[in-house]
């Protein structure tokens, strides 16, 4: 055997700077506007759940007269309220995790239902106050975002 072999291997040394640091000591703190977006994310999560949770009692026809369930309604309802079902259901777990995409696919589901508002009245109705209600989410959303972009660096 050589003498090399024999040898034990070299302890490492111990560093004081943080270049081995675990990530969290190196990140950076995040701003009073990115949290206030994320916060705003997570109650549109919430909201986005339980409207996913409402589009789907409807499909399962959850406390609807005989009359009135899902298979009564015409095509373009039965269509929409899928479509919403899945949709927002997939939006709240993006928003939840802050994810990028998560906040498209939420985009996507107020710009529908406000274009069904609007633009097909046959399907649900003209309601004004939930096209408020989503234009006016959809602008804070855009506010937030805008003032947490501008406190990142670079």
Request: aromatic share 12%; glycine share 8%; net charge negative.
């Amino acid at each position: 055997m050589s003498d090399q072999s024999r040898r034990r291997p070299a302890r490492p040394t111990r560093r004081t700077d943080l270049s081995d640091a675990p990530v969290e000591a190196n990140a950076p703190t995040e701003g009073e506007w990115t949290e206030r977006l994320v916060l705003f994310l997570r109650v549109m999560a919430g909201l986005s759940l339980l409207k996913g949770l409402y589009h789907w009692g409807q499909v399962c026809s959850i406390g609807a007269s005989p009359d009135q369930t899902f298979e009564m309604h015409g095509l373009a309802w039965q269509s929409a309220t899928v479509f919403f079902a899945v949709i927002d259901l997939v939006a709240a777990v993006g928003l939840w995790l802050a994810a990028a995409w998560g906040a498209v696919v939420w985009l996507t589901s107020v710009v529908s239902m406000a274009v069904v508002e609007v633009f097909f009245p046959g399907v649900y109705g003209t309601n004004l106050f939930i096209v408020a209600v989503e234009v006016g989410l959809l602008c804070f959303y855009l506010w937030l975002a805008i003032h947490a972009a501008r406190e990142q660096p670079g």
